[in-house]
């Protein structure tokens, strides 16, 4: 969940000591996700504004994440299988992630977004689909499905009764669940779901529709190729400070080890 750290925040401090070096975000960068369990999220994203201390610079030419190759509307197979060798991302995600970038790079020039962050925000919030034992089948849905917590109002989260139209995801008859790889609160699906396959079907537990809706949710906000820009765009995703370093630290380690060595 958004609001429930993963495993693997030790490379935080090690990237946060990074950013007088490159504090990230840029050409590629993508700030996305999964919309939160907090009570300030799962409605209309509204632009928040950053906290000054998030108000990341953009990072160093030379660590910005590689921008995906196109290979006619798809992305280029090589592309995605050394980026995945580099950074460990599954094959299927790393193309849905990339396939997401560039469509948006397409719809919403303006917008800048990069595969890093979604790749961040996806390694947060599923472990880019592996969350509980599931795995990402070669279409994109999860073998199992990836559910957050029931959204009762407890442990700090929202109170969200379920719906006829959400109890089919989740099978919780009276409160709201976060679901799929990119963790989307039901409500915000409905306003926010997307093809990102165009297979015919919105489903949010599959990774080519989470990515490509996560992307189109953070655009909202603007320019993500600045610092403001782009911290302001995580902070409205979840508005936690530590989830934007978090982001942060994981779309950092993404970019590095994307590049060639």
């Known amino acids: 969940m958004a609001d429930r750290p993963r495993q693997g925040f030790g490379t935080l401090e090690l990237v946060l000591v990074g950013v007088a070096l490159c ?31 998030l108000a990341l610079e953009p990072v160093k030419p030379d660590a910005v994440a590689p921008a995906p190759v196109a290979a006619g509307d798809q992305v280029a197979q090589q592309w995605v299988r050394d980026l995945s060798t580099r950074t460990g991302i599954s094959e299927t995600a790393m193309r849905a992630y990339a396939s997401a970038v560039l469509r948006i790079g397409q719809e919403q020039p303006a917008c800048r977004l990069g595969w890093s962050t979604l790749a961040a925000i996806g390694g947060i919030e599923s472990g880019h689909g592996t969350e509980g034992g599931a795995y990402l089948l070669p279409d994109g849905r999860t073998s199992q499905p990836i559910l957050g917590p029931a959204l009762d109002g407890t442990n700090g989260f929202a109170a969200i009764r379920s719906t006829a139209e959400s109890v089919p995801w989740h099978g919780d008859l009276a409160w709201d669940h976060a679901v799929g790889p990119m963790q989307f609160i039901p409500s915000t699906w409905e306003r926010w779901e997307s ?39 995580v902070f409205s995703y979840n508005h936690s400070e530590d989830y934007v370093r978090s982001v942060l630290a994981f779309a950092n380690d993404y970019a590095t080890r994307g590049q060639r060595e």
């Open 23 to 53: 504090v990230m975000v840029a050409l590629g960068i993508f700030a996305a996700s999964a919309i939160t369990q907090s009570a300030s999220s799962g409605g209309t994203p509204t632009p928040a504004a950053s906290p000054a201390a």
């Open 195 to 233: 093809d990102g396959n165009k297979d015919g079907v919105n489903d949010p537990s599959n990774i080519f529709d989470a990515a490509y809706a996560a992307g189109r949710y953070l655009c909202t906000t603007g320019d993500l190729s600045t610092g403001t820009g782009w911290s302001q765009a």
